[in-house]
């Protein structure tokens, strides 16, 4: 079955740095598009960014365009998400999601989600 | 960018009774591209609906989704105990941002 196992949360200090990891198993890596998600806590959930299954095509929400980069090793079947510039308003649960389809033009919806991992933006 | 206005914020029901909820967009959706999920407390969202009213594998026929343009329905038919959590609606009818509705929350009365 579908797993996706996200790492490398944490407590980080406002302008730091964070790389979050997802391995994926169970599934073709190489077909499927992949997203991360965000959630603040008590909030609702905001689509952060999506890669298209080849690695060609990365989209970006508003909130993170240039500071966060999106990234995949299909080799490994892992998914990456370099966070920059952190800021409070980052403090959220990542879910790494598994699009439907290989998302080329980035439009897609998540079919499989992961566990989350939490970031804490604070001094 | 397209918003999605879910209504109610919170629905408060009894187990077996009809739940009907609403998600409107602040422009047409692109071939019907819309999804309903459903959140646990501590858990991650689960794909319900895709496609405005395909249900995904293993979900349960008293989850059904309808509309189309702006304006789409997520009904459950009659509520079990485990329905109780907030649902959310997201579309996909267009390159990125892809956006989800605040969610609905259904509570039992």
């Known amino acids: 079955q579908v797993q996706l196992v996200e790492s490398g949360g944490g407590v980080v200090q406002p302008g730091r740095s964070l790389r979050l990891s997802c391995a994926a198993s169970g599934f073709t890596f190489i077909t499927y598009g992949m997203h991360w998600v965000r959630q603040a806590p008590g909030k609702g959930l905001e689509w952060v960014a999506v890669i298209s299954y080849d690695g060609t095509n990365k989209y970006y929400a508003d909130s993170v365009k240039g500071r966060f980069t999106i990234s995949r090793d299909n080799s490994k079947k892992t998914l990456y998400l370099e966070m920059n510039s952190l800021r409070g308003e980052d403090t959220a649960v990542y879910y790494c999601?598994?699009?439907?389809?290989?998302?080329?033009?980035?439009?897609?919806?998540?079919?499989?989600w992961g566990q989350g991992t939490l970031v804490t933006v604070s001094s | 960018e397209i918003v999605l206005t879910q209504s109610p914020g919170t629905l408060s029901l009894s187990p077996g009774e009809r739940a009907t909820l609403s998600c409107r967009a602040s422009q047409s959706v692109s071939s019907n591209y819309l999804a309903w999920y459903q959140q646990k407390p501590g858990q991650a969202p689960r794909l319900l609906i895709y496609g405005a009213s395909s249900r995904a594998t293993g979900i349960p026929d008293r989850f059904s989704g309808s509309g189309s343009g702006t304006d789409f329905t997520l009904t459950i038919s009659r509520l079990e105990p485990e329905d109780f959590a907030v649902y959310y609606c997201?579309?996909?009818?267009?390159?990125?941002?892809?956006?989800f509705g605040g969610g609905t929350k259904v509570e039992i009365k």
């Open positions: 997201q579309q996909y009818g267009r390159s990125p941002p892809l956006t």
């Open positions: 999601a598994k699009d439907r389809y290989g998302a080329a033009a980035g439009n897609g919806f998540f079919h499989h």
